[in-house]
């Protein structure tokens, strides 16, 4: 049902449905004010969003469990959360890759700042929250790159010694675009002969994983859920690539993969990767071959960097222990149920979370029963495998 002139669709399963309303309403009054501005031209969609979440961030202060400091790994920002409890053993390691959709965000943003801090203590870890370079000021693969070389450096032994980490116990975790940059930095770091620490567990949630299929069932449900509308998920994976609307016009016709290319679409293909409850789309269609000249100017659609679906078995089958959350209205839901099939088809070991009733971003949203329900099983589930 729709709430009164509540711009997202909200089902009757979504929990506490006026806070949902009342939390979400301020993203639907940034994102129109950021479409206003851009449509009189004084500024880019993504740099007025970015200014309105530049008032939400806090800075690095410590409180009675953990000491909270700012540095940089080969020089990207990072925040570092320790807890002030004494250890006679090395802690648990826990690199954080902050969402919004390679254009937002922060280590410093106040949700990511509650969520590190709470992890750190709850976990009795050492939490690495990084940033990274974010579109449109910067494209694929900068954000990769930043995230791939301040991990790296993170797994380095002595700076491991100099945080009292035990290099046994590291494990990577990350949130929508942050989810896809855990998923893709994971899968390159296994094919990295030059780092001897490997991960012990990557942890994903709501992760966006491929930008082949923009027609997937979720895409089509989702298309009006809280928070993350089809074209808005559209709009962010297009600034990861190019501030050319051209990408974007392309992807929401599902028309930009090239004839060429069109063998990826196996690694993406829904049909035969989703659980049959999930099949319930009426009006799917396949994607529509596309123009090489988009392909050639872009390559990041069809690069497994930019979309971890798009690793072959091989890969695959090296990847640690993994967790997996997927919401039941979310457009990005069938990445997630995709992974997690793939991964479990190769004899990874997966643990999957399907929340009947959540939706994208549920854990930025920390005063909802269902926000607080989600994290307690993140952290159960580290507790145990991490």
Not at 209 to 217: E, I, K, R, W
């Amino acid at each position: 049902l729709y709430k009164g002139s509540f711009p997202y669709y909200l089902p009757d399963a979504i929990e506490e449905p006026w806070k949902v309303v009342w939390e979400t309403a301020f993203v639907k009054i940034g994102t129109d004010l950021a479409s206003f501005g851009e449509l009189l031209g004084i500024s880019h969609f993504m740099e007025t969003i970015q200014l309105l979440m530049s008032f939400q961030e806090v800075p690095p202060t410590s409180d009675e469990h953990v000491t909270v400091m700012e540095t940089a790994f080969d020089s990207v920002p990072v925040r570092i959360y320790i807890p002030k409890r004494k250890s006679m053993a090395l802690r648990r390691g826990l690199f954080y890759i902050h969402g919004g959709g390679w254009c937002l965000g922060s280590a410093a943003h106040f949700s990511y700042d509650t969520l590190s801090r709470w992890t750190a203590h709850k976990l009795d870890a050492v939490v690495v929250s990084t940033d990274y370079g974010l579109a449109p000021k910067h494209h694929f693969p900068r954000q990769f790159e930043d995230v791939y070389r301040s991990l790296r450096w993170f797994l380095q032994e002595d700076v491991l010694e100099k945080y009292g980490v035990d290099p046994r116990r590291v494990g990577v975790s990350g949130d929508s675009a942050g989810g896809n940059l855990a998923a893709a930095v994971t899968q390159q770091l296994i094919q990295d002969p030059d780092v001897k620490i490997k991960l012990k567990v990557q942890a994903l949630i709501y992760p966006a994983l491929q930008a082949l299929d923009t027609n997937v069932p979720s895409q089509q449900e989702g298309s009006h859920f809280p928070v993350l509308t089809r074209s808005l998920m559209v709009r962010f994976w297009s600034e990861y690539f190019t501030t050319d609307r051209g990408l974007e016009k392309a992807m929401l016709l599902n028309q930009h993969v090239p004839m060429e290319s069109s063998h990826l679409l196996q690694f993406v293909n829904w049909s035969s990767l989703l659980p049959e409850r999930y099949k319930k789309s009426p009006v799917y269609k396949n994607p529509t071959p596309g123009s090489s000249e988009l392909a050639q100017k872009y390559p990041g659609f069809i690069d497994v960097k930019a979309c971890p679906l798009l690793a072959n078995d091989n890969i695959l089958h090296h990847l640690p222990k993994t967790y997996i959350i997927t919401c039941q209205y979310d457009v990005l839901r069938d990445d997630g149920l995709m992974y997690v099939k793939r991964l479990q088809n190769v004899g990874v070991h997966v643990t999957h979370h399907h929340v009947e009733d959540g939706f994208h971003g549920t854990f930025s949203f920390p005063g909802l029963k269902l926000s607080e329900r989600m994290k307690n099983q993140y952290l159960s589930w580290l507790i145990k495998n991490l």
